[in-house]
């Protein structure tokens, strides 16, 4: 039985060297496919060249994995590249000293009204005391509507007619902030083209005059190429600090939002998903980077990949394990894997008994231990890595020493060793059969 | 990061001429090329064309031009241009006939321009000495009811509205009696905006067609579906759900003062057979163009 599962891996890992790396015609033939997804997403013509000219430096030579072809390893990489272009999700920035003002900026029609309602209600539930103002004194009724937002969510709106110029208003309202103790003043500005001058310069003013601490682009999912010029206008005149993007709850593709973090390097804050005021939800670079890509059945199939490799890399450490050459890196990097729920930890939920063991084994591992874990490993020699037997008293004492730990702290780390060392017999003994026996 | 993205933004400033300018500049001084046609499929996908309009576009020119033995550039233009307005210029009828009593059903996505585009109608029907009645079957938007209300005083034409959340098959019956004993000519009913993914709304937006339908004769006479002039492929989707649903007669394109082309119109004309009727240039009243495919098209090259 041992034999044939070590025979399988072998085989496994002959197919894999076997399928080599991606040649350059591998590539390009399936970039032109990720062109063509990406334009079709809306992803602005010179944003996606530049994109796929650096997936394609990134992807001429790289491995294939297994279960893979070589074009859905492309696509592979697409994804990842497209998940770091689309970068780290980011709260509003409620640093300093209150009022905080936030600055919602947008083209007519893309969602700033209502977003400005539901941002509040976001921040009222983190304990906020959000006042809204009606800054847009052009689009009739927009007063009315952010004052029934205001009502239906019952945060009061700063609103002083249409008369008077919005910097005024905005000013006047952080004036009422400050006096009345509200932590956040929301901005919502009237609706304009980017390339409207006297409107962008009545942005700025507004700026001048508030100095506001987040200045949020709200842009509509549904935007198409022009995105870049709306996107660089709006930060040029107005020093953009983040995007929120809206309508997302539609079939848009949202590949404005690619070409938006392109051009001005902000980061996405929010996704509106909804009419209803509390549709904002926070962004997952991975969703929207699938969506944009909109290649759903490639990705599941590569995520599948994936899991299968996770499988192999267990399979070797099983095999590790059964055959008693666990030794104490692998220990430490069983335990990495625990912490992140790895796969091995996966595979022992599987039999009976073993879950409850695993917790017995690696109780909540913090950050605090697992440095520990790693210090003491770190100090002892590669021969007592390897055969943790030879570690008698004063060899501990150094280790202690050596990773600024007690003898007690390497004496827990020894037993939890043993013990899951005692736990691979069992895996090898009757308990673990059905395991092994799933990858036969 | 940083230094790709201003080298992006510096890229985009040498481009901020119109896309189309530069094809007629360079149709007009360079020779017919690879690099011609390139650069053509960069423009026409700028403007918002789409992949599958551009390569089937740019093919068919390639056609034309290697069968006529065309080296003049200019003359590449102009087939183009013609190829263009022929897409356009699809086969779609206006019908000449002129109900009594003409009704419009204005729809489309949230925020694409729908009430101020009916606001512009309106005037445009009024000064032609047309009675005109606006019914605020926006229901659910937060003060839409007084948005609309707003624009019918601006315009000097009545609103009939209910209170918010009231069904908006009850506005439209009421606006079509009103219609009757106003003696107008002409009704325009404001509906929410709302995706066409979403199914309830897509069910209660026929519910108001079929209102409108009971209620008068062959009504509604037109049904516009107003699409943001700076939406990208989706606008496809958008006009496919919405012709389902609804039977849309005609595209109004909005917001086209801004410096997004609108080209996605082409697809829409092309594969959808919709006419585009009217344009949008600006927030105010007067606003408002009929679609030349002409002019638009022209426009497109200066
Ligand atoms: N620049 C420009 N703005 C426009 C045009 N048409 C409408 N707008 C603006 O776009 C915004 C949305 O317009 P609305 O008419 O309220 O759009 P709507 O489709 O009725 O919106 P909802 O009812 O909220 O779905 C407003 O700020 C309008 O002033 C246009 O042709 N050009
Ligand atoms: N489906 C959907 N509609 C939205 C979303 N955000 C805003 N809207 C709608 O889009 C339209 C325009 O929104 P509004 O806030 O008035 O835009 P503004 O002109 O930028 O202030 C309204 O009909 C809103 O209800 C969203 O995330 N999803
Ligand atoms: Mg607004
Ligand atoms: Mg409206």
């Known amino acids: 039985m041992f034999e044939s599962l070590s025979d399988k891996l072998q085989g496994v890992f002959k197919k894999l060297a076997n399928r080599g790396k991606l040649s350059e015609g591998d590539v390009d033939a399936a970039l032109r496919e990720v062109r063509l997804a990406l334009l079709e997403a809306d992803v602005n013509y010179k944003v996606t060249k530049d994109f796929v000219a650096r997936v394609r430096e990134r992807a001429i030579g790289a491995e294939v994995m297994r279960s893979l072809t070589p074009a859905q390893q492309v696509v592979k990489i697409v994804n990842e590249e497209l998940i770091t272009t689309l970068g780290a999700p980011a709260k509003i920035d409620l640093s300093g000293p209150p009022p905080h003002v936030v600055m919602l900026v947008g083209l007519q029609g893309s969602g700033k009204t209502t977003t400005a309602a539901k941002l509040a209600l976001k921040l009222r539930q983190s304990g906020q005391r959000p006042l809204l103002v009606a800054a847009d004194t052009r689009r009739p009724a927009a007063i009315t509507q952010l004052e029934v937002l205001g009502q239906q969510l019952d945060i009061p709106v700063h609103s002083e007619g249409t008369k008077v110029p919005p910097p005024v208003i905005c000013a006047h309202a952080l004036k009422r902030a400050d006096d009345a103790a509200y932590s956040v003043v929301i901005l919502d500005t009237a609706g304009r083209l980017h390339i409207d001058d006297q409107l962008m310069a009545e942005l700025e003013k507004i700026k001048r005059k508030v100095s506001p601490q987040e200045v949020l682009l709200v842009a509509d999912a549904m935007t198409g190429q022009d995105a870049v010029r709306v996107a660089d206008e709006f930060n040029r005149r107005v020093g953009l600090t983040g995007l929120i993007l809206t309508k997302v709850d539609g079939d848009a593709r949202g590949g404005a939002a690619i070409s938006i973090r392109a051009v001005t390097g902000v980061p996405i804050k929010y996704l509106g998903v909804g009419e209803k005021l509390d549709a904002l939800e926070p962004f997952y670079p991975d969703r929207l980077a699938s969506r944009i890509l909109g290649m759903g059945d490639v990705l599941t199939l590569i995520e599948k990949a994936e899991a299968a490799l996770d499988q192999e890399q267990a399979l070797v450490m099983g095999k590790k394990l059964i055959q008693g050459e666990f030794d104490l890196e692998d220990f430490l990097r069983q335990l990495r894997e625990v912490k992140k729920m790895g796969p091995l930890s996966q595979l022992l939920e599987m039999i009976p008994g073993f879950s409850q063991l695993k917790t017995e084994l690696t109780p909540e591992l913090t950050d605090r231990q697992m440095k520990m874990v790693e210090a003491i490993i770190s100090s002892m020699t590669v021969e007592e890595r390897r055969n943790p037997r030879i570690i008698n008293a004063s060899r501990k004492r150094r280790i202690a020493k050596g990773s600024g730990t007690t003898v007690q702290d390497v004496n827990m780390l020894l037993a939890q060793f043993r013990q899951m060392q005692r736990m691979m017999k069992q895996l090898t003994s009757g308990r673990g059969r059905g395991l092994l026996s799933m990858f036969r | ?302």
């Open chain 2, 1 to 302: 990061m940083l230094g790709r993205s201003k080298k992006i933004s510096q890229s985009l400033t040498r481009t901020r001429r119109s896309f189309f300018g530069r094809v007629t500049e360079l149709l007009g001084v360079s020779e017919i090329s690879d690099e011609l046609w390139e650069e053509l499929e960069e423009l026409l996908i700028q403007a918002d064309v789409g992949v599958k309009t551009t390569v089937e576009l740019v093919e068919k020119l390639q056609e034309q031009v290697n069968k006529a033995r065309i080296r003049d550039a200019e003359a590449v233009k102009e087939i183009l241009k013609r190829e263009l307005i022929d897409i356009l210029n699809s086969k779609v009828q206006r019908s000449d006939e002129s109900p009594l009593l003409t009704v419009i059903l204005v729809v489309g996505v949230n925020g694409s321009g729908k009430t101020t585009s009916i606001a512009k109608l309106a005037k445009y029907y009024k000064d032609r000495g047309k009675k005109v009645i606006l019914g605020a079957a926006d229901t659910f938007r937060a003060a839409a009811i007084d948005q609309l209300k707003i624009w019918g005083e601006r315009v000097g034409v009545d609103v009939i509205a209910h209170q918010p959340r009231a069904d908006p098959g009850a506005v439209v019956y009421d606006t079509i009696q009103a219609g009757r004993s106003r003696g107008a000519d002409v009704l325009i009913i404001d509906t929410a905006g709302r995706l066409h993914t979403k199914y309830n709304l897509m069910q209660e937006l026929k519910k108001v067609r079929r209102v409108a339908a009971k209620n008068a004769p062959r009504a509604p006479h037109e049904t516009l579906l107003v699409l943001d002039a700076t939406t990208g492929q989706n606008a496809l989707a958008q006009a496919q759900h919405f012709k389902e649903a609804v039977d849309i007669t005609g595209i109004f394109l909005a917001k086209l003062d801004g410096t997004a082309k609108g080209g996605i119109v082409f697809a829409i004309a092309k594969e959808l057979g919709i006419p585009i009727r009217w344009v949008g240039t600006g927030e105010g009243l007067d606003d408002l163009a009929e679609f030349e495919a002409e002019a638009f098209v022209e426009g497109l090259f200066e």
